[in-house]
Protein backbone atom coordinates (compact mmCIF):
# COMPACT_ATOMS: atom_id res chain seq x y z
CA UNK A 1 0.00 0.00 0.00
CA UNK A 2 1.45 3.45 -0.91
CA UNK A 3 1.19 6.51 1.04
CA UNK A 4 -1.78 7.87 -1.93
CA UNK A 5 -3.33 4.61 -0.99
CA UNK A 6 -3.35 5.04 2.93
CA UNK A 7 -4.22 8.64 2.71
CA UNK A 8 -7.44 6.76 0.43
CA UNK A 9 -7.79 4.37 3.51
CA UNK A 10 -8.48 6.85 6.48
CA UNK A 11 -10.61 8.95 4.26
CA UNK A 12 -13.02 6.20 3.88
CA UNK A 13 -12.86 4.84 7.31
CA UNK A 14 -13.57 8.38 8.44
CA UNK A 15 -16.69 8.74 5.92
CA UNK A 16 -17.74 5.08 7.63
CA UNK A 17 -17.34 6.79 10.74
CA UNK A 18 -19.19 9.90 10.18
CA UNK A 19 -22.20 7.54 9.01
CA UNK A 20 -21.88 4.84 11.66
CA UNK A 21 -25.61 6.16 13.13
CA UNK A 22 -26.70 4.39 9.77
CA UNK A 23 -28.29 0.70 10.29
CA UNK A 24 -30.01 -1.23 7.98
CA UNK A 25 -32.08 -2.59 10.59
CA UNK A 26 -33.13 0.17 12.43
CA UNK A 27 -33.67 1.89 9.08
CA UNK A 28 -36.54 -1.09 8.70
CA UNK A 29 -38.17 -0.63 12.04
CA UNK A 30 -38.78 3.08 10.94
CA UNK A 31 -41.57 4.37 8.73
CA UNK A 32 -41.51 6.34 5.96
CA UNK A 33 -43.68 9.13 4.58
CA UNK A 34 -41.17 9.32 1.15
CA UNK A 35 -38.31 6.41 0.22
CA UNK A 36 -34.99 7.78 -0.29
CA UNK A 37 -31.84 5.74 -1.21
CA UNK A 38 -29.55 5.72 1.26
CA UNK A 39 -25.83 6.66 1.13
CA UNK A 40 -23.10 4.17 1.03
CA UNK A 41 -21.16 5.46 3.94
CA UNK A 42 -18.13 5.07 1.42
CA UNK A 43 -17.19 5.96 -2.14
CA UNK A 44 -18.13 3.63 -5.38
CA UNK A 45 -14.11 2.92 -5.62
CA UNK A 46 -13.84 2.23 -1.58
CA UNK A 47 -14.24 -1.52 -1.51
CA UNK A 48 -12.00 -2.34 -5.05
CA UNK A 49 -9.81 -4.37 -5.97
CA UNK A 50 -12.40 -6.87 -4.54
CA UNK A 51 -15.54 -5.08 -6.02
CA UNK A 52 -15.35 -2.61 -8.88
CA UNK A 53 -16.34 1.04 -8.77
CA UNK A 54 -18.16 0.79 -11.97
CA UNK A 55 -20.02 -2.34 -10.53
CA UNK A 56 -20.82 0.22 -7.20
CA UNK A 57 -22.05 3.04 -9.27
CA UNK A 58 -24.56 1.52 -11.14
CA UNK A 59 -25.85 -1.04 -8.57
CA UNK A 60 -26.52 1.82 -6.06
CA UNK A 61 -27.26 4.64 -8.15
CA UNK A 62 -28.89 2.46 -10.70
CA UNK A 63 -30.86 -0.63 -9.79
CA UNK A 64 -30.77 0.83 -5.94
CA UNK A 65 -32.50 3.87 -7.09
CA UNK A 66 -34.95 2.51 -9.32
CA UNK A 67 -36.38 0.50 -7.02
CA UNK A 68 -36.53 3.36 -4.32
CA UNK A 69 -38.41 5.29 -7.48
CA UNK A 70 -40.71 2.32 -7.67
CA UNK A 71 -41.70 2.58 -4.02
CA UNK A 72 -42.49 6.35 -4.23
CA UNK A 73 -45.11 5.67 -6.75
CA UNK A 74 -46.63 2.77 -4.96
CA UNK A 75 -47.61 4.91 -1.77
CA UNK A 76 -50.61 6.17 -2.38
CA UNK A 77 -51.70 3.03 -3.54
CA UNK A 78 -50.86 1.22 -0.94
CA UNK A 79 -50.98 3.52 2.37
CA UNK A 80 -49.11 1.15 4.50
CA UNK A 81 -46.15 1.69 3.07
CA UNK A 82 -45.66 5.00 4.73
CA UNK A 83 -47.58 3.79 8.19
CA UNK A 84 -45.80 0.66 9.17
CA UNK A 85 -42.36 -0.32 9.75
CA UNK A 86 -40.71 -2.08 6.14
CA UNK A 87 -39.89 -5.62 8.41
CA UNK A 88 -43.89 -5.56 9.37
CA UNK A 89 -44.62 -5.26 5.27
CA UNK A 90 -41.81 -7.61 4.20
CA UNK A 91 -42.98 -10.25 6.87
CA UNK A 92 -46.70 -10.40 5.97
CA UNK A 93 -47.51 -9.28 2.08
CA UNK A 94 -50.96 -10.46 2.47
CA UNK A 95 -51.61 -6.95 3.91
CA UNK A 96 -50.76 -5.16 0.83
CA UNK A 97 -53.59 -5.15 -1.68
CA UNK A 98 -53.06 -7.87 -4.29
CA UNK A 99 -53.18 -5.86 -7.67
CA UNK A 100 -49.76 -4.25 -5.69
CA UNK A 101 -48.89 -7.10 -3.62
CA UNK A 102 -46.25 -8.18 -6.44
CA UNK A 103 -44.34 -4.60 -6.79
CA UNK A 104 -44.38 -4.46 -3.48
CA UNK A 105 -42.81 -7.67 -2.79
CA UNK A 106 -39.93 -6.51 -5.27
CA UNK A 107 -39.29 -3.13 -4.41
CA UNK A 108 -39.48 -2.73 -1.14
CA UNK A 109 -37.50 -6.17 -0.85
CA UNK A 110 -35.28 -4.94 -3.37
CA UNK A 111 -34.80 -1.60 -1.23
CA UNK A 112 -34.08 -3.67 2.29
CA UNK A 113 -31.83 -6.48 0.88
CA UNK A 114 -29.61 -3.68 -0.86
CA UNK A 115 -29.54 -1.21 1.90
CA UNK A 116 -28.81 -4.07 4.32
CA UNK A 117 -26.02 -5.05 1.77
CA UNK A 118 -24.56 -1.43 1.21
CA UNK A 119 -24.21 -1.59 5.21
CA UNK A 120 -23.06 -4.85 5.38
CA UNK A 121 -19.12 -3.98 3.02
CA UNK A 122 -17.11 -1.71 4.50
CA UNK A 123 -13.38 -1.20 3.29
CA UNK A 124 -10.07 -2.41 5.13
CA UNK A 125 -13.01 -3.89 7.82
CA UNK A 126 -12.08 -6.85 10.76
CA UNK A 127 -11.04 -10.55 9.14
CA UNK A 128 -13.66 -12.62 10.69
CA UNK A 129 -16.61 -12.03 13.51
CA UNK A 130 -16.02 -11.16 17.28
CA UNK A 131 -17.54 -12.27 20.37
CA UNK A 132 -21.16 -13.49 20.16
CA UNK A 133 -21.60 -14.20 16.96
CA UNK A 134 -17.86 -16.27 16.37
CA UNK A 135 -18.98 -18.10 19.46
CA UNK A 136 -22.65 -18.84 17.41
CA UNK A 137 -21.29 -19.62 14.07
CA UNK A 138 -18.37 -21.77 15.31
CA UNK A 139 -21.13 -23.68 17.92
CA UNK A 140 -23.45 -24.04 14.20
CA UNK A 141 -20.90 -24.36 11.43
CA UNK A 142 -17.83 -25.32 13.26
CA UNK A 143 -15.87 -22.76 11.77
CA UNK A 144 -16.37 -19.68 10.30
CA UNK A 145 -14.93 -20.71 6.87
CA UNK A 146 -16.88 -23.99 7.13
CA UNK A 147 -19.74 -20.90 7.31
CA UNK A 148 -18.54 -19.22 4.80
CA UNK A 149 -18.19 -22.37 2.53
CA UNK A 150 -22.38 -23.04 3.38
CA UNK A 151 -23.34 -19.69 2.34
CA UNK A 152 -21.27 -20.21 -0.89
CA UNK A 153 -22.66 -22.90 -1.82
CA UNK A 154 -26.33 -21.71 -1.73
CA UNK A 155 -25.02 -18.75 -3.13
CA UNK A 156 -23.70 -20.65 -6.25
CA UNK A 157 -26.90 -22.99 -6.21
CA UNK A 158 -29.42 -20.26 -6.33
CA UNK A 159 -30.34 -20.49 -10.10
CA UNK A 160 -30.93 -17.04 -11.56
CA UNK A 161 -31.47 -13.87 -9.64
CA UNK A 162 -31.44 -13.71 -5.44
CA UNK A 163 -29.70 -13.41 -2.34
CA UNK A 164 -27.75 -16.37 -0.25
CA UNK A 165 -27.78 -15.74 3.42
CA UNK A 166 -26.99 -16.03 7.01
CA UNK A 167 -29.59 -15.79 9.09
CA UNK A 168 -31.28 -16.41 12.33
CA UNK A 169 -34.50 -18.13 12.41
CA UNK A 170 -37.75 -18.13 14.82
CA UNK A 171 -36.18 -21.03 17.11
CA UNK A 172 -32.84 -18.25 17.49
CA UNK A 173 -30.48 -20.16 15.95
CA UNK A 174 -28.01 -19.43 12.47
CA UNK A 175 -29.50 -21.20 9.26
CA UNK A 176 -28.19 -20.57 5.52
CA UNK A 177 -30.61 -20.25 2.73
CA UNK A 178 -31.42 -18.10 -0.26
CA UNK A 179 -33.95 -16.33 -2.01
CA UNK A 180 -34.87 -15.86 -5.31
CA UNK A 181 -35.44 -12.08 -6.72
CA UNK A 182 -35.78 -10.40 -3.96
CA UNK A 183 -37.19 -11.84 -1.62
CA UNK A 184 -35.87 -11.53 1.67
CA UNK A 185 -35.04 -13.40 5.03
CA UNK A 186 -38.80 -12.30 6.49
CA UNK A 187 -40.71 -13.51 3.80
CA UNK A 188 -39.31 -16.75 3.29
CA UNK A 189 -37.97 -18.17 6.21
CA UNK A 190 -39.42 -15.80 9.09
CA UNK A 191 -36.05 -14.94 9.43
CA UNK A 192 -33.79 -11.95 10.28
CA UNK A 193 -30.48 -11.54 8.58
CA UNK A 194 -26.89 -11.28 9.57
CA UNK A 195 -24.81 -11.48 6.57
CA UNK A 196 -27.01 -11.40 2.81
CA UNK A 197 -24.72 -11.62 -0.87
CA UNK A 198 -26.74 -10.36 -3.65
CA UNK A 199 -25.91 -12.60 -6.48
CA UNK A 200 -27.68 -11.16 -9.29
CA UNK A 201 -25.75 -10.85 -12.26
CA UNK A 202 -25.69 -6.68 -12.02
CA UNK A 203 -23.59 -7.28 -8.38
CA UNK A 204 -20.53 -8.99 -10.62
CA UNK A 205 -20.73 -9.30 -14.47
CA UNK A 206 -19.15 -5.82 -15.35
CA UNK A 207 -16.04 -7.15 -13.48
CA UNK A 208 -16.27 -11.14 -13.44
CA UNK A 209 -18.77 -11.95 -15.93
CA UNK A 210 -20.25 -15.53 -15.45
CA UNK A 211 -18.01 -16.72 -12.86
CA UNK A 212 -20.18 -16.28 -9.59
CA UNK A 213 -18.00 -18.14 -7.85
CA UNK A 214 -14.78 -15.51 -8.50
CA UNK A 215 -17.41 -12.88 -7.37
CA UNK A 216 -18.23 -14.64 -3.97
CA UNK A 217 -14.74 -15.14 -3.35
CA UNK A 218 -13.82 -11.87 -3.65
CA UNK A 219 -17.14 -10.49 -1.60
CA UNK A 220 -15.76 -11.70 1.87
CA UNK A 221 -12.83 -9.17 2.09
CA UNK A 222 -15.49 -6.60 2.16
CA UNK A 223 -17.84 -7.80 5.04
CA UNK A 224 -18.32 -5.35 7.80
CA UNK A 225 -18.18 -7.99 10.58
CA UNK A 226 -18.85 -5.64 12.90
CA UNK A 227 -22.00 -4.45 11.69
CA UNK A 228 -22.95 -8.43 10.82
CA UNK A 229 -22.02 -9.02 15.06
CA UNK A 230 -24.57 -5.81 15.67
CA UNK A 231 -27.17 -7.36 13.11
CA UNK A 232 -26.90 -10.87 15.08
CA UNK A 233 -27.26 -9.25 18.43
CA UNK A 234 -30.35 -7.00 16.99
CA UNK A 235 -31.54 -10.79 15.62
CA UNK A 236 -31.60 -12.61 18.71
CA UNK A 237 -32.70 -10.58 21.04
MN1 LIG B 1 -28.58 -5.88 -6.56
Known sequence: MNRRDVVKTIAATAAVASTAKFSALAFADETAATFTLPPLGYGYDALEPHIDTATMK??????????VKNLNGLVEKVPDLKTKKITEILSDLSIVPEDSRTAVRNNLGGHFNHTFFWDLMTPGGAKGPSADLKSAIDATFGSQEKM?????????????????????????????????????????????????????????????????????????????????????????T
Open 58 to 67: VHHSGHHAAF
Open 148 to 236: IEDVNKAASTRFGSGWAWLAVDENKKLVVFSTANQDTPHMDMAAKPVIGIDVWEHAYYLKHMNKRADYLKAWWNTVNWDKAAENFKTAS
